[in-house]
């Protein structure tokens, strides 16, 4: 954040840039307001691509450009969408900028884009993206709309890849497939977790975080 | 026949949307608290999935599969526009929610009320887009997308009337402040999706 508040004096005079108010819409979706733990948005894809770190990463790097330009494109043109089609709008936008990023992922990574399988399409039904649509876009100015979707984007990565990073390192004892459990803890009798590559682990961690995240913040009780 | 029939139990239990896929999170978390909601969102998820996948099939087979427009003309044949199933896909599912929800406020204004924001949402129900994607991923043909889209449905159904069910119960008992709500609601589908996991395997 420190470099950001750098910038703020030269564009002090209307609203600048990352004016406070702006820095809250990016900062609070990270935490206090998190998609995943606190909104309850886009839980589904968070839960299925976080057997390894690689493709939770690649995920929440899409996650976050879906969702942040499809803010600042509805943020855009909301002055010209009809409300009874709106959602047909949205899912249009949606939709094409995530054809853009499964083309992308088919032609530089097949591999990744192999084993996210059918998760690439679902960011269209992600949850997060429609919400943040509705709730923020539709109501606010491009600038604004962007950074929310970032910050939310990021918020849903963050989740991502500490599920990932518990679920890989204790699963399959590595890391961005490397290896770093050694050979000699093998040896002693260390046994990888097979029980973190099941689904089941998934919603367990999801929930533990939930939980030590309310604990730290009690005005996070019974929000959903 | 026992093809289908193991289909449908495999879709139904062994990769239940909702356990095995996670596919329809959201609203499952949501409208869990209350077993009549909760069966009302399900048999509204099964109706629009079970209409929505065979004609996104049928989209899939006749207008996007490399060489499908061979039948509007010869020189067609070569045409790939299997990119735009996301938009396609998509279009035919809001669509058919709009149907759902016209219908649904006509002839039963309590269920439409008590469904909420959620009926419009079952056209973000991950796991109807979903269906169709794992239709188009495996390849299956007319009958199987069928057979595919009740046992997906039928999953979703079953699994939130369970947990709305297991919700309804758990307002008696006394769970530590932090965790009430989303955080318990996730380690009791966690334990169930281990009680799924029992199901892996077993073939008709």
């Given at each position: 954040?420190?470099?950001e508040?750098?910038?703020?004096?030269q564009e002090?005079?209307?609203?600048?840039?990352?004016?406070?108010?702006?820095?809250?819409?990016?900062?609070?979706?990270?935490?206090?307001?998190n998609?995943?733990?606190?909104?309850?948005?886009?839980?589904?894809?968070a839960?299925?691509?976080?057997?390894?770190?690689?493709?939770?990463?690649?995920?929440?790097?899409?996650?976050?450009?879906?969702?942040?330009f499809s803010?600042?494109?509805?943020?855009?043109?909301?002055?010209?969408?009809?409300?009874?089609?709106?959602?047909i709008?949205?899912?249009?936008?949606?939709?094409l900028l995530?054809?853009?990023?499964?083309?992308i992922?088919?032609?530089y990574?097949?591999?990744?884009?192999?084993?996210l399988?059918?998760?690439?399409?679902?960011?269209?039904?992600?949850?997060?993206?429609?919400?943040?649509?509705?709730?923020?876009?539709?109501?606010q100015?491009?600038w604004?709309a962007?950074?929310d979707?970032?910050?939310n984007?990021?918020?849903y990565?963050?989740?991502?890849?500490?599920?990932?990073?518990i679920?890989?390192?204790?699963?399959?004892?590595?890391?961005?497939?490397?290896?770093?459990?050694?050979q000699?803890?093998y040896?002693?009798?260390?046994?990888?977790?097979?029980?973190m590559?099941?689904?089941p682990m998934?919603?367990?961690l999801?929930?533990?975080?939930?939980?030590?995240?309310?604990a730290?913040?009690p005005?996070?009780?019974?929000?959903? | 026949?026992?093809?289908?029939?193991?289909?449908?139990?495999?879709a139904?239990?062994?990769?239940?949307?909702?356990?095995?896929?996670?596919?329809?999170?959201?609203s499952?978390l949501?409208?869990?608290k209350?077993?009549?909601?909760?069966?009302?969102?399900?048999?509204?998820?099964?109706?629009?999935?079970v209409?929505?996948?065979?004609?996104?099939?049928?989209?899939?087979?006749?207008?996007?599969?490399?060489?499908a427009?061979?039948?509007?003309?010869?020189?067609?044949?070569t045409?790939?526009?299997?990119f735009?199933?996301?938009?396609?896909?998509?279009?035919?599912?809001?669509?058919?929610v709009?149907?759902v929800?016209?219908?649904?406020?006509?002839?039963?204004?309590?269920?439409?009320?008590s469904?909420?924001?959620?009926?419009?949402?079952?056209?973000?129900?991950?796991?109807?887009?979903?269906?169709?994607?794992?239709?188009?991923?495996?390849?299956y043909?007319?009958?199987e997308?069928?057979?595919?889209?009740?046992?997906t449905?039928?999953?979703?159904?079953?699994?939130?009337?369970?947990?709305?069910?297991?919700?309804?119960?758990?307002?008696?008992s006394?769970i530590?402040n932090?965790?009430?709500?989303?955080?318990?609601?996730?380690?009791?589908?966690?334990?169930?999706?281990?009680?799924f996991?029992?199901?892996?395997?077993?073939?008709?």
């Amino acid at each position: 954040m420190s470099a950001e508040t750098t910038t703020v004096p030269q564009e002090a005079k209307k609203e600048s840039l990352f004016s406070k108010k702006n820095r809250r819409v990016l900062r609070d979706p990270l935490d206090d307001n998190n998609p995943i733990t606190v909104q309850v948005l886009g839980i589904c894809s968070a839960l299925a691509v976080t057997v390894q770190v690689k493709p939770a990463l690649i995920m929440a790097v899409g996650v976050t450009l879906v969702t942040a330009f499809s803010s600042l494109i509805i943020s855009w043109i909301r002055d010209s969408i009809p409300g009874r089609i709106r959602m047909i709008v949205q899912l249009v936008v949606v939709a094409l900028l995530v054809t853009l990023v499964d083309q992308i992922l088919k032609a530089y990574m097949f591999d990744v884009s192999k084993k996210l399988s059918v998760f690439v399409g679902l960011i269209i039904t992600n949850c997060i993206v429609m919400g943040r649509l509705e709730a923020f876009a539709m109501a606010q100015k491009p600038w604004p709309a962007f950074l929310d979707g970032i910050g939310n984007g990021v918020g849903y990565g963050i989740i991502l890849v500490v599920v990932a990073v518990i679920r890989e390192l204790f699963g399959s004892g590595s890391l961005l497939g490397y290896k770093l459990v050694p050979q000699w803890a093998y040896d002693m009798g260390y046994v990888n977790n097979g029980m973190m590559m099941l689904p089941p682990m998934a919603l367990f961690l999801i929930g533990i975080y939930i939980w030590i995240q309310r604990a730290r913040n009690p005005k996070l009780y019974n929000v959903s | 026949m026992e093809h289908y029939l193991n289909m449908l139990v495999k879709a139904i239990f062994v990769e239940n949307a909702i356990f095995a896929f996670f596919l329809g999170m959201c609203s499952y978390l949501a409208v869990s608290k209350k077993i009549k909601t909760a069966s009302g969102l399900g048999i509204a998820v099964i109706f629009v999935m079970v209409l929505t996948t065979p004609l996104n099939y049928v989209i899939l087979e006749y207008l996007l599969r490399p060489g499908a427009l061979g039948w509007v003309h010869p020189s067609l044949a070569t045409v790939d526009l299997t990119f735009l199933a996301f938009i396609l896909f998509i279009s035919t599912i809001a669509g058919a929610v709009q149907l759902v929800e016209m219908v649904v406020e006509k002839f039963s204004p309590s269920l439409y009320n008590s469904l909420g924001i959620f009926l419009p949402l079952i056209t973000v129900n991950c796991s109807i887009l979903g269906a169709s994607l794992f239709m188009q991923e495996r390849e299956y043909n007319f009958s199987e997308t069928l057979v595919f889209s009740i046992g997906t449905g039928t999953g979703f159904f079953l699994a939130i009337v369970l947990m709305a069910a297991i919700r309804e119960r758990l307002r008696y008992s006394n769970i530590p402040n932090p965790l009430q709500g989303l955080g318990i609601a996730m380690i009791i589908t966690g334990l169930m999706a281990m009680a799924f996991l029992s199901f892996s395997g077993i073939q008709l």
